[in-house]
């Protein structure tokens, strides 16, 4: 249930919608007057704001617009007549979550509220894991601008407080011990161990003791007994990176804890219990894996429950300038330097290449500009310089496609240069606002996302 604001001069219609929405157990604060809104508006904090687009005084979007500067992430519903479509619309264009027009049927209105408020709960949740990332790790790299990280990060803010095993699925270097550590933030595990460890890092008789302990000579070298990896995770959780590596034995091994919740460490006949919570990633293709045998069906779907999907840096371009901004902070504390940002030319480089090696690749090309850098602005002949004959060297795709990409890319560059500027972009594309407006949204960018931090 949420807190709502109502404000329509309509005072039937304003009791109306009071009185249907406080029968579904939300809280509701109406009124006729702008001002009183505005003050409400000042005093507390509302879920949702529904307001009538034709009022006294003000027209509903001047007052959304007022709501917004004071509660910027506040959905806001507007009412309209039939004659008064277009100007919805073009509320929808300025921040508002969406539009009823009247006269509508009670359904219609408290399915607009539902879903606005559950758009208010991921955008919250979202925010509040990404401000724990960055309290408590340091990682606000986490860029979820892009339309596919914006939705991974909703289901993580969605799965974070079960206890299923996630799996965590994409090419290296993008990033997915860290959307691992987001679920367990987000977990009622959070006060208790988050352990990693990488399969493929250790061979098959040290990955076993590692995962499951052992006893003082169990073996050549084991000269005192040690607690593994799940026993030292117990009440909290565990991440298995690469597990895609791991041998047929030891498979079998993890099975019966997942199973079990109950293993045998190396040379010991005492069983341990453990309560972990399991996270597991890989960059192969498991399904493949178990037609080739190399990896077991049934564990396959024993952690196949809910798979993440972590997309490739070149499937969100749009959040290049965002890591770049973010990776030449933290260089120029690092090498105590004052590399302000980088050329067009520079920029421009980096967005037509294909990164293979994702999100870290990209961080070391920026390490390795910031340091060569003599200058404020980062010139594009330090960018990729062993990578030249990579750039642009993608299959081709058919126009309409090549056309599409080209044109979001083009829209990239310009807003990162402007700042997010969108009249300045405008002009220098040699469009007009609307028309600029237009093309950003079929591309799914916002002019924000790229206005530099105050």
């Keep these: ?17 009071q009185m249907r929405l406080e029968s579904e157990g939300h809280e509701v604060i109406a009124t006729a007057r702008e001002e009183e809104a505005i003050e409400a508006a000042k005093d507390q904090i ?16 001047s007052l959304m617009n007022d709501l ?15 004659g008064s479509i277009e100007s919805a619309v073009e509320a929808m264009r300025k921040g508002a979550f969406n539009y009823l027009t009247k006269p509508f049927e009670p359904e219609d209105l408290l399915l607009q509220v539902e879903r606005a408020l559950e758009n208010r709960r991921l955008t919250s949740e979202v925010k509040r894991l990404e401000g724990l990332l960055e309290e408590r790790y340091g990682f606000d790299q986490i860029v979820a601008r892009s339309q596919k990280m914006q939705k991974v990060l909703e289901m993580v803010s969605q799965i974070a407080r079960t206890d299923s095993t996630v799996y965590i699925h994409g090419e290296s270097g993008t990033g997915k011990e860290l959307i691992a550590k987001a679920i367990h933030l ?5 006060s208790k161990s988050f352990v990693a460890i990488n399969c493929a890092a250790l061979p098959e008789p040290l990955l076993e003791s590692k995962l499951f302990g052992h006893e003082k000579g169990a073996f050549t070298g084991a000269v005192k007994s040690s607690k593994g990896l799940f026993a030292q995770a117990h009440e909290g959780t565990i991440f298995l990176d690469e597990i895609g590596d791991m041998s047929l034995p ?9 199973q079990e919740r ?15 919570r399991v996270l597991v990633a890989t960059n192969k293709d498991l399904e493949n894996q178990v037609k080739q045998g190399l990896f077991r069906e049934d564990l396959f779907y024993r952690i196949h429950v809910i798979p993440i999907y972590l997309p490739p840096l070149r499937e969100r371009k749009e959040d290049i300038p965002l890591l770049v901004e973010h990776f030449l ?42 340091a060569l ?3 404020e602005l980062i010139s594009d002949n330090l960018i990729l310089q062993t990578k030249e004959k990579a750039i642009s060297q993608e299959p081709l795709k058919p126009l309409k496609e090549a056309k599409e990409a080209y044109e979001k890319t083009y829209l990239i560059n310009l807003l990162q240069i402007c700042h997010g500027n969108v009249s300045q972009a405008a002009k220098m594309a040699g469009k007009y606002r609307a028309d600029f407006y237009d093309l950003l949204k079929k591309h799914g960018l916002k002019s924000e996302d790229f206005k530099k931090p105050s």
């Design 262 to 276: 109950q293993f045998y460490p190396v040379g010991s006949e005492t069983l341990v219990e453990v309560d972990v």
């Design 250 to 258: 030891i498979q079998a091994k993890l099975l019966r804890v997942l």
């Design 46 to 61: 509302f879920d949702l704001s529904i307001v009538d687009l034709q009022l006294a005084h003000l027209n509903g979007i």
């Design 186 to 190: 987000g977990s009622e595990r959070k």
């Design 329 to 370: 902070k933290k260089f120029n504390q690092q090498m105590k330097k004052e590399v302000r940002g980088l050329t067009p030319e520079a920029m421009q480089k980096l967005m037509l290449y294909d990164w293979p090696g994702n999100i870290r690749e990209l961080e070391n090309v920026i390490e390795f500009a910031v």
């Design 373 to 375: 850098s003599p200058n």
């Design 1 to 17: 249930m949420g807190k709502l604001l109502i404000v329509d001069d309509d005072q039937n219609l304003l009791d109306l919608l």
């Design 68 to 82: 917004h500067l004071i509660q910027p992430e506040m959905p806001v519903i507007i009412l309209t007549g039939y």
